[in-house]
Structures are given as structure tokens and as C-alpha cells.
């Protein structure tokens, strides 16, 4: 009995010792983009904005690309961005180009970690 008893103890602190030895250390990266969408800024000009989340449970970092072909120009902005855990903002780029005059626009939006 008393054999036993020494056994289950022993197990359930190696169990313990190793818990943590055997996980990644660095949590995954959660930051997502979750909307994107374009129109007339308030002063006329075409504005994106672009929704970032964060589902995870850690403070993360991360680097927002908005790639837009504007008019057969391609151009990508750049921004950085910390959230806490499940937290969301919206980033808004503003271009220089009157919103009615653009005749053509497309728009891809990613994060990605910062290193």
C-alpha cells in the first residue's frame, strides 16, 4: 500500500517538473486581419481602412501591408501595430487621389509578426 502511495507521488511530481518543459515557449502568432474596405475619406480622397484582431490571450505585435493597385499604380503602406489580448483596432491609410476620380483600385491587406 504504502508502495503505492510512493509511486502516484513520485509520478505526479515528475508530471509536474516536466509540465513546462515540454511546450513551445513562444506563443503563436494570432494577430489577424479581419475586415477591409475603401470608399471617400471626410475629405474626399479614397481612404482604406483595415480591421486588425488579436484572439489570442498575449499581447502581440505585428506589421500591417496594405497592397493597393491605385489607377495601374501598385503601392503597399506600412504600419505597425501592438494589440492585447482580444482587443481589435481599425488602421486608416488616406491616398493622395480624389475618391471619384480613381478608375480602378484593388486592395489586399496582411499582417504579419514583427521580428
Known amino acids: 500500500m504504502e508502495r503505492r502511495t510512493v509511486l502516484r507521488a513520485t509520478g505526479t511530481v515528475l508530471l509536474g517538473l516536466t509540465a513546462g518543459c515540454l511546450g ?8 489577424r486581419v479581419v475586415n477591409q474596405n475603401f470608399g471617400a475619406g471626410p475629405d474626399g480622397n479614397l481612404t482604406v481602412w483595415v480591421t486588425v484582431s488579436n484572439p489570442g490571450n498575449e499581447r502581440q505585435s505585428g506589421t500591417v501591408y496594405v497592397k493597393a493597385d491605385l489607377n495601374d499604380d501598385s503601392m503597399v503602406r506600412v504600419r ?9 483596432t481599425e488602421i486608416q491609410i488616406t491616398y493622395d ?3 471619384d476620380d480613381v478608375t480602378s483600385f484593388t486592395l489586399d491587406a496582411s499582417v504579419e509578426e514583427s521580428e
Open 97 to 99: 487621389q480624389v475618391y
Open 24 to 31: 513551445d515557449d513562444e506563443p503563436e502568432f494570432m494577430l
Open 80 to 88: 505597425d501595430v501592438t494589440l492585447d489580448a482580444h482587443e481589435t
